[in-house]
């Protein structure tokens, strides 16, 4: 559906954008691979 995608990119632009941060980390199970997905296309 998209939903953690779109969740991760909101994330990330009110991170890098509102916030200035300049790297964010997370932490994912391996077995989860839905979040490991989206974390790949995320870079």
Same mark, same amino acid.
């Given at each position: =559906?998209?939903?953690? @995608?779109?969740? *991760? ?10 916030? &200035?941060?300049? *790297?964010? @980390? /997370? ?5 989860? *691979?839905? /979040?490991?997905?989206?974390?790949? &296309? =995320?870079?």
């Amino acid at each position: =559906m998209g939903y953690a @995608t779109e969740a *991760k990119i909101a994330i990330n632009n009110f991170a890098f954008n509102e916030l &200035k941060l300049r *790297k964010l @980390t /997370s932490f994912i199970f391996v077995e989860n *691979k839905v /979040s490991n997905v989206v974390q790949k &296309k =995320m870079g």
